[in-house]
């Protein structure tokens, strides 16, 4: 075997979903710390007027990739944009496109997905199921295809306590749920989405689960693995300390809370919080490329499955997370802060509740009221309402906990350790604590 860098020279490479939070930043390491990397393919549609090219051009220009510009003035060259929409059959791919990808492409790295908890049930199942589809049958294509590396989610099967590095099947047939949602109305679906997606708690995590079982269908005989990322935040070091570009999930509540906005939020103070850094999750990922790559004539029976989790190797419990934001807000605190960050986690749902009018919805009917006196627009009422849905969504994630198999994982990082000595895509979870990479987010804002 060869080191990282040495696999991935000379390879064209194709990435889905690169203009979002982890293609952004795969697209980036891969450049960067791969500079042989002969191309890099990015299904990229056209949004508000902008052609994919533009967009591309527009990212690239971003903090994100200041190292990358320093290091490799000319790394856009190889960067090539593809016209594609993930809700249309074939990917919404020109011809051309698909022949010139099915003649060139050596490795697939399918990031695109739609995160949304409450995204509605037939659109999460086009963009996580059916694009996962029509992705796979493009890679049957290709004819120099080492490896195809599918971004799934450590919660895709949070219906189980015991999450081992292996595919499970799913409660519902794939095939037939597609077949059903086609000819269903919107509000048909909406009425039975709960029955459909069981003890899932959201879309989200269903569509995942199904996204996964489907891969193992249908893969047939290329090399496919699975990297399952748990809560992904700001990252860790890589390019720099506290790099992010969205608040969605826990990083926005971490913002709130620096704000003063936030004040309470339910969680279990033993649950473990089970955030990992981006650069950690496309570490990774890049290196399972790397080695499932290598493996082509020596491939395990079943595919292989990377929990990229923190719980099991250095457990971060969500009583911790309400200190360390507290401290670390203290000395990092927020410009224009609503009031003094004091966050509580209660466990009680009936005391988080009585919290939650007394320290959020009334002081911002009073805000709201004195910005009217004022002859200004009141907006604090509408932050609340916003805030409080998205800490619904969460509290499923932080009143409990899962234990995640890392078997797989540990070999990767042996395997690591023995090719890469030194190298510059290193994997390590051991010292990492959760609270280093969100004082680096505290710090950057």
Known sequence: MVNIPEYYAGKNVLISGATGFMGKVLLEKLLRSCPEVRSVYVLVRSKAGQSPKTRISEMINSKLFEKLQQDQPDFAEKIIAVNSDLTQPELNLSKADQSILAENIDIVFHCAATVRFSEPLKDAVQLNVLATQMM????HR????????????????????????????PSVDYRKLIDTLDWMDDDLVSTLTPKLIGEHPNTYTFTKSLAEYMV??????LNVAIVRPSIVGASW???FPGWIDNFNGPSGIFIAAG???LRT?????????????????????????WYSGSQ???????IPVYNCTTGGINPFRWGEVEYCINMSFKTNPLEQAFRRPNVNLRSNPFTNQYWTTVSHTLPALLYDGYLTLMGRKPRMMKTITRLHKAMMVLEYF?????????????????????????????????????????MSLCKEL
């Open 136 to 139: 796979l049958a493009l890679a």
């Open 142 to 169: 290709m004819k120099h295809l080492e490896v195809f590396i599918h971004i799934s989610t450590a919660y895709a099967n949070c219906n189980r306590e015991l999450i081992e590095e292996v595919v499970y099947s």
């Open 216 to 221: 193992q269908q249908e893969a047939g005989d």
């Open 237 to 239: 070091k890589e390019p």
């Open 259 to 261: 704000k003063g906005i």
């Open 265 to 289: 939020m339910r969680a279990s103070n033993n649950a473990v919080a089970d955030l990992v850094p981006v650069d950690v999750v496309i570490n990774t990922t890049l290196a399972a490329g």
């Open 296 to 302: 082509v004539l020596n491939r395990p029976k079943s």
């Open 398 to 438: 932080t009143s409990h906990s899962w234990v995640w198999n890392t078997d797989n994982m540990a070999m990767l990082l042996a395997q690591m350790n023995a090719f890469n000595p030194g190298g510059q895509i290193h994997v390590t979870l051991a010292t990492y604590s959760p609270l280093s990479s969100q």
